[in-house]
Every structure is written in C-alpha cells, then in structure tokens.
C-alpha cells in the first residue's frame, strides 16, 4: 500500500493542526491548546513518542517477517502495483494502543463508538454519528509535540476496516436470516437460500473497526532496509524528567526488541507453497448461494432499470467454506496467485473482529498531501489461455458498449464524488478505461484526481465517497436500498474499505473486494456483479464465479498443502 507522508516539513493541508484539537484557535502552543481542551472534559487523548530502530533488510520479506512475528498477531499491508510492480513499502502492524469501534447495539437501534486506550486500561463512548465519532477519534491521536518527526511513513496511523453497512447512516442493517422467503421490491417471493444452518454470517453490528499500532516493521523495497518502530504513549503533551525517563526505559527496551526481531529473522524457516500452479485442488463449498435466487434478484433489478427508478445494482453472492485454515497460509496463496495493487492480512480479532485476507484490485479514496483520488473499475473479461486469446478477450472487452456504458455511469459518478470534495476545477481525469489483467479477469479501469477543498475534511470526504459506486451502484441510494431488499445478508466487510487513515489528513483505502473472511470453523467469499440494462443473469451469475474463484482457490491450495499448519481460535494459528 502506498504510505503516509514521513517528510518533517510537510504542513496540514488546512494549516490549522490546532483547530483538529477542537481549540477553535489557530494561535497558542499545542501543549497550552491540549491542557485547554481536557480541561474542558474533551476526553482521551494519547500523545506518542516515536523510537525507531533502521534495519539493513536486503535479505528479509514481509512475509518471512510475518512469520517471525506470527505470536503477536500482526496485520500485514503490501502493494503489487497494477499487478505486477512491487509497491515501494511493506507495513507489518502489531501491539496496539487505541482501539476504536464502531457499532450498533441493538438491531435497529442507534450507534456509538467505543474509544480503548490499551496503554492506561481507560475508554470513552461516543454516540456521535460515524463521521463525527471518527473524526474525534483521530483528534486523540497525537505525536508527542517534542518528538522529532519521524523520517519512516506509516507511523501514527490508525489502521483498520469500514464495513458496507456504514452507508446506511450508522444505523444497524436490517437481517433477515439467509433462508428466510420474503417479498423483493417488484413484489416476488424471494427464493430461499441455500446457506448451512447456523453458518456465521459477516458480524452485522461492528461498523468500523480500527487501530493505532504501537509496534510497526515498515519495509522500504526501494532501500532494502526496514524500520522498527516503538510508539511510546505519554499521559501528558509536556517532556519533563518522568517524561524523560519513561523514554529513556523505552528506548532500552525497544532496542532489545529489535535486537531480537533479527535474531528471530535469521532463525525462520519458511515452507515453500506447494503445488503447480496449473493445478487446482477441489475446494467443497458447505453453503452455496442457490443460482435461481440470484438469476430472480437480477430479474427485479432488471425491472427497476425499464422503470428509471435506477441506472445500475451491484449484486453480490456469498460462498461459505467449513473448515480450519491458516489466514497467512491463504493469504502467502493468494498473493502469489493474484497479486494486486492492495494486498492484506488484516487482523482484528484482538478487538473483538474477525481475520481477513485480501487481494484488491481497486482503491476507494486516496488522499495525499491534500490531493485526493479514486480508481473506478467497472467491466470484466474472463482470462484468455493464451496470449492471443487474452489479445482477443481484450479487444471484446474494449468494443462492448454495454460494458463501455456501465463504466462511463461509474465515472460519472466518481467525478461527482469529487466535485463534492474538491475545488471542481482541479478534478480531472487521469486515466480512462484502461484493461488491466489479474489472475482470473481483466477489467476496464480509470483514474480520477482532484485538490481537496480547505474546509473539507479527509474523514468528509471519505464519508462521501463510501460505498464506491463499483460496489453498489447508480444512483447510490437507490441502488442501496435495492441491495438492502435483495441480498439475504448483510455484506459486513465485503464491497466496504480496508486501509490506513493519517491524523495529519492523509489516507489510502481499497475496496474490501477479493477478500476472505476467517471466523472460528469456516471462511466466506463474497463477489458480485453490476446489473445494468441489457444484462443477462446467466452471464453476471458467471462473472460473481469467476471472481469467487481467485479466493476458493487459495483457499484450496492451502488445505491441499504439504505441511499444513495447526490452527484454533478465529480460524488462524495461535
């Protein structure tokens, strides 16, 4: 994944660090600003002191590091540019400091967010809506104002996931259970769904789930080297001697830390994935969504669009897998078998979430220094078996102008996303229906930028831009309301974000597409397809198959592998 800017010069983008800390003032010392703020009941807030250790690492991988760190559970970020260059930086995030969920706590019912400093043991509940909850969230995250900034990105960043419901308002998503008969919106019954009785669905009630790490290992492909990285918290914006000794311990302690991280580093092994790669291992599926039912609910999607009521639905369907895998096994799989701009192993079950692991070809909202963008990909082709038939797939792909005409709605509205944020005459389009190729499909993409506006914040404009309208449709409430009455379940993690968000305003997040989810004794996939005038069901029925597969795949192979891990709990190994 691309990273948060570590240059010490760069500004906010409003200029104002003050006025994010709730002062209303632009004048004054932060650590004056801060004391007035708590002062005023302004709640928890966790000034950090970044220690980091520089490390040669011309010999190490993120995932050989991910092994030796295997105990503290860490979330893994990489990048596979468009799906073949390297990004330039590897992240591996562990031990964290805040914790900040987002849920409903009853079905219908309102939410809050529940803030955890895990340093002190102390937490704050907010009933703010989403959007002011997050905001406030990152005002409580602040480097320590004597602290040098540090030349290593990533630091100080929450990290984390935002499921697809957040578009209906923070509010709890109505469940009706997967085999429940019920009328759609054009008035048919609703076919039952063959799911497993008792299966776990996507938890509906967490919204948003993130985290401040205070452990980081951030690899610089470009460099060869790496950082070990200790987020210190400090109780008070001051630095005097119990400040200073408190650090003085840390940086001892951290320097053993690392010191024994590359001791671990030379002593791990790690087992070569196994299996040729033309090879593909059956991979039963306990609960597979029943084709009618989706072949009736493009049918009343379908009849929306005659009406006008509206341009385009995503649909999704949702494969669930019984079992006991290894996330970083299927993730080691998938990464190799689909390599992807946004690649992660996202792990939350220490916060009461699940495990994921994801390779998304599709970025959501990107801001940096101020300038925001999105990639919208809308249009799919099978993989040809050749060059030459991959040549010809192209060639159709590009001259289809029903798939031309869904890409073209879902620029549209990704450029009014952005004029909505930004200065509209600094929105353009970068790039514009481009084919980029990935393991099992090839899709049009195209790139859109623009300058955010001062008095918009980053936490604003992601609100605006969520759910990407590649994942639900045009226009967007409409589309979301048909999602809401068609598909049996909440998505949860599925079609929402995954990513990293920056106090200081910037932020990168994929669409959680191609993503697995681990929960104790199974795994789901979910794909979908994007239903406009002149589809035809049987053909987006194989588009959700052939996106399903990537992930089922992975899921095969890992099983089917020589020297398969024990695993417990949620799913992964302990």
């Given at each position: ?26 004048s ?53 540019e ?7 930086y ?88 997967p ?29 948003i ?8 290992v951030?690899f ?15 109780s008070?914006?001051e ?12 940086e ?58 509206v ?34 192993l ?26 925001i ?16 038939e ?42 514009y ?8 499909v090839m ?39 048909l ?13 929402g ?16 597409i ?43 192979r ?17």
């Open positions: 994944m691309d990273a948060p800017s570590g240059d010490p010069d760069r500004k906010r983008r409003d200029g104002a660090f003050d006025d994010r800390l709730g002062t209303g003032r632009t004054g010392t932060l650590a004056e600003n801060v004391h007035a703020l708590l002062r005023s009941g302004g709640g928890l807030f966790l000034f950090y002191y970044p220690l980091v250790r520089k490390l040669y690492a011309d010999a190490w991988t993120p995932v050989v590091a991910y092994e030796a760190l295997r105990a503290e559970r860490p979330t893994l970020l990489e990048s596979a468009h799906g073949a260059r390297v990004g330039r590897s992240v591996l995030a562990y031990r964290p400091l805040l914790t900040f969920t987002y849920a409903v706590e009853s079905a219908g019912g309102p939410g809050a967010a529940r803030i955890r400093d895990l340093s002190s043991g102390t937490e704050e509940r907010l009933t703010e809506a989403p959007e002011a909850a997050l905001e406030a969230f990152l005002t409580r995250i602040r480097r320590h104002p004597g602290a040098p900034a540090p030349d290593v990105p990533f630091v100080g960043a929450a990290i984390g996931a935002f499921s697809f419901e957040l578009a209906y308002g923070g509010k709890a998503p109505v469940i009706r259970g085999a429940t008969p019920e009328k759609g919106p054009e008035g048919a019954p609703r076919a039952k769904d063959a799911r497993a009785k008792g299966a776990s669905a996507a938890d509906p009630l967490a919204l789930r993130v985290f401040l790490p205070g452990r980081l951030v610089d492909h470009l460099t060869k080297t790496a950082a070990y990285v200790g987020l210190v918290p400090l008070s914006p630095l005097g001697s119990a400040e200073r000794a408190a650090l003085t311990e840390a001892a302690a951290l320097e053993a830390e690392a010191e024994a991280f590359v001791a671990r580093l030379g002593k791990t092994a790690l087992p070569a994935l196994q299996g040729d790669r033309g090879e593909v291992p059956e991979m039963p599926v306990t609960a597979e969504p029943v084709d009618g039912a989706f072949v009736e609910q493009v049918g009343s999607v379908l009849a929306a669009v005659r009406r006008g009521a341009e385009q639905v995503v649909l999704s369907r949702r494969y669930e897998v019984a079992g006991t895998f290894d996330p970083f096994l299927v993730y080691r799989y998938l990464r190799a078998e689909n390599p992807s701009p946004y690649l992660f996202l792990d939350l079950s220490g916060f009461g979430g699940d495990v994921y692991a994801g390779s998304s070809p599709e970025s959501l909202v990107r801001i940096e220094g101020g300038r963008s999105t990639r919208p990909i809308a249009g799919t082709r099978p993989r040809g078996k050749t060059p030459e991959d040549a010809r797939l192209e060639a159709e792909l590009l001259a289809d102008a029903k798939e031309a005409a869904e890409h073209d709605m879902l620029v549209r509205l990704a450029e009014d996303d952005l004029r909505a944020v930004a200065d509209p005459e600094t929105v353009r389009i970068e790039a229906r481009t084919v980029e190729r990935y393991s099992h899709h049009l993409v195209s790139h859109l930028s623009g300058r955010l506006r001062r008095e918009v914040t980053p936490v604003e404009a992601l609100f605006r831009l969520f759910p990407a309208g590649t994942v639900s449709g045009a226009p967007r409430a409409a589309a979301l309301a999602i809401r009455r068609l598909e049996p379940e909440p998505r949860g993690l599925y079609a974000g995954v990513g990293w968000i920056h106090p200081d305003g910037d932020l990168d997040l994929a669409i959680a191609r993503t697995i989810r681990f929960y104790a004794g199974g795994a789901t996939v979910q794909a979908g397809a994007g239903i406009v005038a002149g589809s035809v069901p049987e053909r987006e029925l194989e588009e959700t198959r052939r996106k399903a597969m990537a992930l089922l795949r992975a899921l095969a890992s099983t089917a592998h020589a020297e398969p891990f024990a695993a417990t709990g949620k799913g992964h190994r302990q």
